[in-house]
């Protein structure tokens, strides 16, 4: 069975008819085509690879079905930058080499987006409490705990 949703993706409207079963991930990815979500647990909301942002919430869109997602405003990584000009966070991630493969990286960016507008001035313990909900294989996360703290310096 199929519904018709309207879901704005980083200030786009899709209205599509898609199967009830398909979720908001899957939507973004194959309806809306924004590849830089990705899909690091198959499915399970282990990794947060699928983090966006719901109306500004940082959620797992592998958690949720598009049709949940219908009449709501969606931010993906590819929404982050504004005029090609890279955020704060952004930049901390590039100039502190808080990333390897890259495959988390959206995730990330998203959750401690979300984070630093909720929480400006974290400690360390505050950055990494809220990193839980991402995994990395690669970086340690030494770097990226650096990123977000240098990123809330630089928003202060
Ligand atoms: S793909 Fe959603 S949490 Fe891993
Ligand atoms: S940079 Fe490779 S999984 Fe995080």
């Known amino acids: 069975m199929n519904t018709t949703v309207n879901i704005t993706i980083n200030g786009e409207i899709y209205e599509e008819s898609v199967p009830n079963r398909l979720l908001l991930v899957d939507f ?30 940082a959620v797992k869109s592998c958690l ?61 313990e505050e950055i990494r409490h809220g990193l839980i909900g991402n995994l990395c294989r690669c970086t340690g996360y030494a770097h990226i705990v650096e990123a977000v703290k240098d990123a809330a310096t630089k928003l202060a």
């Not at 973004?28 to 500004?56: F, K, P, S």
């Open 28 to 57: 973004i990815r194959e309806v809306a085509a924004q590849t830089g979500t990705h899909v690091g647990c198959t499915y399970e909301g282990v990794c947060g690879a699928c983090t966006i942002q719901l109306d500004g919430e």
């Open 64 to 124: 949720m079905l598009a049709v949940q997602a219908d009449g709501h405003d969606i931010t993906t990584v590819e929404g982050l930058a504004k005029d090609g000009e890279l955020t704060p966070l952004q930049i901390a991630f590039n100039e502190h080499h808080a990333l390897q493969c890259g495959y988390c990286t959206p995730g990330i960016l998203m959750n401690m987006d979300e984070f630093l507008k909720k929480n400006p001035d974290p400690t360390e």
